[in-house]
């Protein structure tokens, strides 16, 4: 979970993956900005050498990957969150308010 006010990644590495099924990540906020477990921030970018990854790389289903913010949203990146042979694609949500 990445949060604040006003959020950026540049040239970033971010690895959620995991043998038996892709893990979560947060960035500036929760799904559709609505868990509030997580503060939303009011910008979220994330430059084009970012990578972000949940991937499962063994067996079960992709991750989760959520970049929201409750103003400027801008994503310019790569977002992987691919299932193992037999699992599902998992889930990811660029958004904002």
């Given amino acids: 979970m990445i949060t604040g006010d ?7 590495t971010i690895d959620a993956s995991g043998a038996d099924g892709g893990g979560t990540v947060n960035i500036g906020g929760g799904f559709q900005g609505g868990d509030p477990s997580i503060p939303n921030s009011q910008s979220t970018l994330v430059d084009a050498a ?13 991750g989760t990957v959520v970049l929201w913010s409750d103003g400027n949203t801008s994503f310019e990146g790569q977002i992987y969150a ?8 998992g889930l990811v949500e660029v958004s904002g308010k």
Avoid: H, M, R, Y
């Fill in 82 to 89: 691919q299932g193992a042979p037999l699992g599902s694609g």
């Fill in 50 to 62: 970012s990578v972000i990854t949940a991937d499962a790389t063994n067996t079960g289903d992709g």
């Fill in 6 to 12: 006003a959020v950026e990644l540049k040239s970033a």
